[in-house]
């Protein structure tokens, strides 16, 4: 258990259903202040929920996680290919009891406007 605050943006987000429960499964990518990277993987069956229900959460968002008691579920940084160990390029942290607070919104992608040929 511990006590943080993490800033990333949103990878990907599935709606799922455990044991009867609907739910958001998210995953978050976070680089530290060290240039290294890691993705986040946690669950939430309340306002982000809602909001991806209604379509104002998108992938690019900001997400803060911050909670006193969040808790590491698992730590995962190698997968088995072909009976080969090989190292994920970023580690997975799956976290449980996290509180998310919607951040920034991605940037608009920006259109490229074609430009009309001088006649020669």
């Known amino acids: 258990m511990f006590s943080n605050t993490i800033v990333g943006n949103i990878t990907y987000m599935e709606k799922a259903v455990y044991e009867g429960k609907e739910f958001l499964a ?14 986040i993987k946690f669950n939430n069956s309340n306002g982000l929920l809602s909001a991806f229900t209604n379509g104002t959460l998108v992938v690019g968002q900001q997400l803060i996680l911050t909670q006193y008691d969040v808790r590491l579920s698992s730590i995962r940084t190698h997968y ?8 994920l390029k970023c580690p997975e942290i799956a976290l449980t009891r996290v509180r998310a607070v919607i951040g920034a919104a991605p940037k608009p992608k920006a259109m490229s406007v074609p430009q009309a040929k001088p006649n020669a």
């Open 80 to 87: 088995f290919k072909d009976g080969d160990l090989v190292a």
């Open 26 to 39: 998210v995953t978050m990518a976070v680089d530290d202040m060290y240039e290294g990277a890691c993705r």
